[in-house]
């Protein structure tokens, strides 16, 4: 769960996507420290955006096993829900475009705000850097700050 709240943090932020917009596509979260694949998918749906990301279980028995998160947002600051495995997961994000490479979030857990997010698409469309700041060590990690980049597959 800790894994998927912060991975929602971060395919929030990086949500600004036009259709043919360099935001649009599969991104995969640029992590050293772990040999599992972390993905987003971005992708336009009425006037805002559908962001799904799969992400490997790697507790889990047996084969891998990948939980899937959704969230829907039209890009204007209201709250909606994550998604996970199609189930509400009591994280909820708010999530609005600045301009055409920015993105700012504020995350939710069960009512209570646990962080903000600011993400910044590069000037080649080729990565997104993400700037989390959990303001409270739980499901979306140990509080503090924290960059990750992000690279369009």
């Known amino acids: 769960m800790k894994r998927i709240a912060f991975f929602v943090v971060l ?21 050293p420290t772990t040999k599992f694949r972390l993905t ?8 805002g ?8 279980v790697p507790d ?7 939980s ?10 209201k ?8 189930k509400p997961s009591g994280q909820t994000m708010e999530i609005r475009k600045i301009d055409s490479h ?14 903000i997010s600011k993400s910044e698409l590069s000037p ?10 959990i303001a409270v060590s739980g499901p979306n990690g140990p509080a503090g700050k924290q960059v990750q980049y992000w690279d369009k597959q």
Request: net charge negative.
């Open 11 to 31: 395919l929030a932020l990086s949500t600004e996507l036009w259709a043919a917009s360099p935001w649009s596509g599969v991104w995969v979260l640029r992590d």
């Open 40 to 47: 987003m998918t971005l992708e336009e749906v009425g006037a």
């Open 49 to 56: 955006w559908k962001i799904t990301c799969r992400i490997p």
């Open 60 to 66: 889990a028995p047996g084969a891998a096993v990948t």
């Open 68 to 77: 899937v998160m959704t969230i829907e947002t039209a890009l204007d600051g």
């Open 79 to 86: 709250e909606v829900p994550n998604l996970v495995d199609g």
């Open 102 to 115: 920015h993105t700012f979030t504020v995350v939710k857990f069960q009512g209570q705000q646990t962080g």
């Open 124 to 133: 080649d469309g080729k990565t997104i850097k993400t700037e989390n700041n």
